[in-house]
């Protein structure tokens, strides 16, 4: 069977806008879902049924560092929107060789199940890369022409997943979430030195977050996720945090991608130009475009 990167074809937009590595390979077709039944394919690892102390505190430090002891701001960003430009490496459409394309990036989201992601490429390619997570509803596309997405659940599960990582736990709120689940403390790692703690939340797969032991800042942020019946390692890295509306928030991020080869690609760099917290969207904003 021929075979190609998740670049492309029906894993386009998920892979382009939130993170895939251009190493992976994938069957010619997105397998279709055969069930309505709602499921999720992670690996069922054995998670406390409450919190460690010890990684709430951690926590919590985190937490206080990031709204200057002003705690009341976390619930607030659970509508957010956030301008980045970077670059994402894609195939070059003449030679199909990985090439870094310089990208503007808008995300909107609204928690838990609201996210909507543009791309809009400076070379390369044209056209505007639109990716609609709205409850159960996907939609992909480029301009107004939707994509065919043969596997929705798949694609939802991958928004879901990789919203969380790189949009959402940057906001820290997740992590005081009614289920959420704090767990394996560990101070000092590394170097630079970082606390450790790991996180889960029911239908998302366990993710491994690293505080700076000086700031308290979220740094980094590494998960292991089964992406259309492939299993991918994963990394978003987070730097240089800058004050928004109260809140200190990184405005340097990147993804890397682990294929199976052991070899590190790193896939999507971004400098945040702006954090907003609305107050409100309106439900249009996570239409398809007309």
């Known amino acids: 069977m021929r075979h190609f990167s998740a670049w492309a074809a029906g894993a386009l937009a998920a892979a382009i806008i939130i993170g895939c590595g251009p190493g992976k390979q994938l069957p010619d077709e997105v397998p279709k879902s055969n069930t309505t039944e709602r499921t999720t394919t992670e690996p069922k690892e054995k998670v406390p049924t409450v919190s460690d102390p010890a990684a709430k505190e951690i926590v919590d430090r985190a937490i206080k560092a990031c709204t200057q002891n002003n705690p009341d701001l976390l619930a607030k960003g659970k509508l957010s929107k956030v301008t980045a430009n970077g670059t994402v490496k894609l195939p070059a459409e003449a030679s199909g060789q ?7 990036r808008t995300v909107l989201a609204r928690w838990p199940d609201e996210l909507k992601f543009t791309l809009d490429y400076k070379a390369h390619r044209t056209g505007l890369m639109t990716m609609i997570l709205r409850g159960q509803f996907t939609w992909w596309g480029i301009d107004r022409t939707q994509n065919p997405n043969p596997n929705p659940q798949a694609i939802e599960d991958l928004m879901r997943t990789d919203g969380l990582a790189q949009h959402w736990l940057p906001l820290l709120f997740p992590l ?9 403390p560990q101070k000092g790692v590394g170097t630079p030195p970082a606390d450790v703690v790991r996180f889960a939340l029911p239908e998302r797969p366990v993710y491994q977050l690293f505080f700076d032991a000086a700031t308290g800042h979220l740094t980094r942020v590494e998960y292991t996720h089964t992406e259309l019946q492939a299993r991918v390692q994963k990394l978003w890295t987070f730097s240089d945090h800058k004050p928004f509306a109260g809140r200190i928030l990184p405005t340097k991020l990147e993804y890397t991608y682990n294929p199976e080869r052991g070899k590190k690609d790193t896939v999507e760099q971004w400098t945040v130009e702006n954090w907003e917290f609305p107050e409100s969207f309106d439900d249009s904003v996570f239409q398809p475009p007309k």
């Open 98 to 104: 990985f090439v870094e394309v310089p990208t503007f």
């Open 176 to 184: 005081v979430e009614p289920k959420a689940v704090l767990f394996e």
